[in-house]
């Protein structure tokens, strides 16, 4: 600047200053706005085409074929000293020879615990606390997030449809569907409403 100055033979070299920092000033406000101003019209644009495409097209959906199948579930019990306890409304999904870990269940008793009221099942080669039982089951299996309102949506015609299903049993993981389904259906596994326009984008 003092170069400048001195080059130029300035004689109000504060009045100088002044103006090139009001210039440098408006063209740093001037760019920086401009910038700002591309990012919110850029973005605007993005969310246009996104909610056009959407409308046109329907929401993207991920989705599974049903297929009556057999399939595995695991339902937990407490073992202490290769010994169990479960209630009545449980005691039908065990049976000797299913494994639990790395052992297995022994026998389950077909009479109540008069001590305690309820069933016992013993096992062998379990080590102590919760431990999950595996049972094979035949029907159409979804992962459990995808039963809403005691149905699942299903793809019909373009859209999203709830149909109403029977869970018969279902774990952490996945719920274990005897009615309500047929072999074919697809089964929506992405967060739709009932009517809503859907196209399929993945099946796992």
Known sequence: MERIIKFFKIKNPTRVKKWIYILAVSALT???VFRITMLII???QNVYNLSRDVTENGTPV???TAQNSSGTLHEPIT????KAYVTGSRVGLFRAGQKVGDGKIVSVSQNINLDTGMYVIKTSN???????VEYT??????PVYAVVDSGVYVYANGVAELRKVIVAHSDADVALITQGLHDGDIVILSKV???EKVRLIESK
């Open 79 to 82: 073992v202490e000293k290769n």
């Open 137 to 142: 089951r035949n029907g159409y299996f979804v």
């Open 30 to 32: 001037f760019w920086v």
């Open 42 to 44: 850029q973005h605007n």
């Open 193 to 195: 409403s009932t009517g």
């Open 62 to 64: 991920i989705t599974i």
């Open 126 to 132: 379990v080590g102590d606390g919760l431990q999950y």
